[in-house]
């Protein structure tokens, strides 16, 4: 089946705006303080993790890792496994983590990574979501920062992508059969 792009689902403006207000909750909870580190899922989090972080204020100690997962191939459905294919360049024990994801939706993913990264003992650990399907949950996974509940469609750009594609959009966009 042939799939192209359908409606606007969240503009470029709606995501920056509710990215400003994500940054300045997370300043206000860690303050200047403490240190925190930034994990951000590759590769859909990066466009939301890169745009947060340079929402932040300048004197917040933050560092940014990525690591890389392995979570939907070419179809629309999550195996439940996870794969590290990348792992963090430094180790978060005794830190403050948060998780940049760029949509839950079984919840199969980021609870298994959840589970991987509290074995390496953070002082604490928090999950940041661009998009929430969660109708489509399975596990419970505590989601801190949301950016969106979204209804269960599948929907591309900013990041997300079907089979390799429509990453670079600017906006978030549904995807329909052709
Ligand atoms: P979960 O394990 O929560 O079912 O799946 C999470 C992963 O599924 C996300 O990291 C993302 O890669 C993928 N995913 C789930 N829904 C969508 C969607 O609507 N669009 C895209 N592009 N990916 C999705």
Redo the contacts with the bound molecule.
Sequence with gaps: MAYRLGEVILSRDTIARRVKELAEEIANDYGKDKSIVVVG?LT?AAFFLTDIVRELPEDIDVRVDFMSVA??GDN?E?S?VVRIFHDLKSSIEGKHVIVV??????????SHLIGLLEGRHPESLKVCVLLD?YE?RKTEVKVDYCGFRIPD????GYG???AGKWRHLKDIKYVVAE
Excluded at 153 to 156: G, I, L, P
């Design positions: 899922i859909g979570s939907y629309t999550s439940g994801e760029d949509i839950v939706d079984s919840g199969l993913t980021l399907k489509r469609k599948f929907v591309v997300l992508d079907y």
